[in-house]
């Protein structure tokens, strides 16, 4: 535990009455790309200020290589950090904001302009020294941004949500270059984000908030098989959510029974609490489909409520008893996607070992 | 647009009538002064029925009237700084700060605004009396500070809120302490807003006449406290003069402030 590069231990921050963060504990290693993602009013920004040395903690401790961080003023922490917001100075050209820390070090002139001049490769903005920040694009201000965090060659990068003013197609070309940023600088990575993709698509773990708290932590393919809370199931990826009985329980399995009567047995089972009923997690394309009427394997049938064409896949949404609806995915091409219509009886089928039933 | 000038027909000329009524109105007095200070009569007759630049020549031929711009340029000067200094700390905390009873001192930051300048007078003289500041620099430099501060409050306040604080927050973690970011960033970012702090500060004391009358002692007089004393005694040209040059200096420094204004929009906005 102690070859942590940097350990959050048990750090709360309470404004008044509100507990922005509550006990939130993590390590990370050194070079490792995290992103905190959860919704709005989680606690991920807080949790990065504390860092920053903005907030500082009403419990708990963050350190830094063994070394707490908390008496040092972070001005002194050495990190480097990209806002949500545009930050760059105003007054000052592309150049002179990213050469602003190597001069308040005191580096010598040769050496801010060649590290100047790297940052700026780095980025890929070679040739915009003399610009105004308010004659950029927001792409570029936030790239600018980047190569000033990382100029100094800070330990750790923190960034808020860095993309979220920009556009769809401008985000992905820039979540790519911080990709290839974070690969060639090796630097270690704390990132916000409340778009899953994007935490996917960046991340080598994901830590996700939920009101205050981690709820689970993990690569993003573990908190896509194995979600450890209904909340982190809802949260990464598309999720059915079908309320059935528990019959029995056996070590961490359940046997459920499903709506319609039949029941499923060997379904994993996370407990939250000791309630009769569980939410059973289905993931679209998990689903086994098959047209007819439901024989003795199959775990439920339905009627095909809506065929919805989304390019690469069809989504099937078939009405369950209960009044429940399901949404099956099927990949473009699939040799069943032709004789599907509104109104079919369907039967649906799942393997039990690949779900996740979480107690209520 | 609703009130489309080009749609207003008849209106139109309504409209433009008025306009310069106004106009008129507002610079008829200073054309007046003006045109008296060149004018050869010695009793302010208008039209004046020759032209003359005699009255300068005795406006800068006499010490006091240059002593007493003179004091009024120092009071000014010093006021300005003063006022852009501690105004500025004054908005950052009322920008920034989350203490009880902002809003409480920002209404008393601007009270001597909305306060009639000779009740201020009044109670600032009873209380200088006490302490014997009446008649000194200082005297005069705490009571111009008073009406010059909400102005730098208000400009530079309204230049912070328009300022995101996360700069300078990215200052910090580059490496700047708290101050050093201030100075550094915040302070260049705003500097539209501490020269308008400076030029209506400045103004506020250079052309103050009721505070300035209550303060003066006969050996320190501002500049209208000198115009308004020599008018007492004897009805001058020579008071003509100053009046147009105290003017001129004043509409100097607007028309440097606007194109100061208009050259940091167009710093900022592409
Ligand atoms: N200065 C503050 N005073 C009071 N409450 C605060 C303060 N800062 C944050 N909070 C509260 O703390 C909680 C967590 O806020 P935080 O900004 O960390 O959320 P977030 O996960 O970053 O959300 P978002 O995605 O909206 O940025 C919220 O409920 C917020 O209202
Ligand atoms: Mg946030």
């Known amino acids: 535990m102690t070859s942590a590069f940097i350990e959050i231990r048990d750090i709360k921050k309470q404004y008044g009455p509100i507990t922005a963060v509550k006990d939130v504990t993590l390590d990370i290693r050194k070079g490792e790309f995290m992103t905190f993602l959860g919704p709005s009013g989680s606690g991920k920004s807080t949790t990065l200020y504390m860092l920053a040395g903005f907030e500082y903690p009403t419990a708990g401790d963050i350190r830094l290589n063994g070394r707490t961080l908390l008496d040092t003023p972070s001005h002194k922490r050495n990190i480097g950090m990209v806002f949500q917001r545009y930050t760059l100075f105003p007054h000052l050209t592309v150049g002179e904001n990213v050469a602003f820390p190597l001069r308040i070090r005191r580096l010598p002139k040769a050496d801010v302009e060649r590290k100047v001049r790297e940052a700026l490769r780095l980025v890929r903005l070679e040739g915009f020294e003399d610009r105004k920040p308010a004659l950029m694009s927001g792409g570029q201000q936030q790239r600018v941004a980047l190569a000033r965090a990382l100029v100094y060659d800070p330990p750790v990068l923190l960034m808020d949500e860095p993309l979220s003013a920009l556009d769809k197609k401008l985000r992905e070309e820039i979540q790519f270059e911080i990709r290839r940023i974070h690969q060639e600088t090796g630097v270690t990575i704390l990132y916000v984000t409340h778009d899953q993709e994007e935490a996917l698509r960046l991340s080598d773990r994901i830590a996700v908030f939920s009101q205050g708290k981690i709820d689970q932590i993990g690569s993003g393919q573990t908190l896509y098989a194995e979600p450890a809370t209904r909340f982190v199931a809802g949260f990464i990826g598309d999720s059915n959510f079908i309320d059935t009985d528990v019959v029995s329980v056996e070590g961490s399995h359940a046997t459920l029974a499903l709506p319609g009567g039949r029941t499923v047995s060997g379904v994993p089972l996370h407990s939250a609490g000791p309630g009769k009923t569980a939410a059973l997690l289905l993931r679209p394309e998990r689903i086994d489909l098959k047209v007819g009427e439901a024989g003795a394997a199959d775990a439920l049938s339905g009627t095909i409520r809506d065929i919805t064409f989304l390019g690469n896949n069809t989504d099937v949404l078939v009405d369950i008893p209960a009044g429940k609806q399901l949404s099956v995915r099927l990949p473009f091409g699939h040799p069943m996607l032709d004789g599907l219509r509104p109104a079919l009886p369907v039967a649906l089928s799942f393997n039990p070992a690949t779900v996740h039933a979480f107690q209520g | ?270």
């Open chain 2, 1 to 270: 647009m609703l009130l489309d000038f080009d749609r207003l027909g008849p209106w139109k000329w309504v409209l433009i009538t008025i306009t310069t009524l106004v106009c008129l109105f507002l610079l008829l007095p200073i054309v007046f002064i003006a045109a008296l200070s060149f004018g050869s009569s010695q009793w302010l007759i208008f039209p004046p029925p020759g032209w003359t630049t005699r009255w300068y020549g005795e406006l800068f031929a006499d010490p006091r009237w240059l002593q007493s711009a003179f004091t009024s340029l120092k009071i000014a000067a010093i006021v300005t700084v003063l006022s852009v200094g501690i105004g500025f700390l004054a908005a950052l905390s009322l920008n920034r700060g989350s203490f009880a009873g902002r809003e409480v001192l920002r209404a008393l930051f601007l009270t001597p605004m909305i306060l009639p300048v000779v009740v201020l007078a009044v109670a600032l003289y009873a209380f200088f009396l006490r302490i014997g500041l009446n008649g000194t620099t200082l005297g005069f430099i705490i009571a111009h500070l008073l009406i010059a501060l909400p102005f730098s409050i208000i400009s530079i306040g309204s230049a912070l809120e328009g300022f995101d604080k996360s700069i300078e927050d990215a200052a910090i973690l580059c490496g700047a302490s708290p101050w050093e970011a201030r100075l550094r960033v915040t302070v260049p970012a705003i500097s539209h807003g501490l020269f308008g702090a400076a030029v209506f500060s400045f103004l506020a004391s250079w052309d103050e006449v009721v505070l300035a009358i209550f303060m003066a002692s006969p050996t320190l007089q501002t500049l209208p406290v000198k115009i308004w004393a020599t008018l007492r005694q004897d009805l001058t040209p020579v008071i003509a003069a100053a009046s147009t040059l105290l003017i001129l200096f004043t509409m100097l420094l607007m028309i440097i402030a606007a194109l100061v204004r208009r050259g940091s929009k167009q710093g900022t906005k592409p």
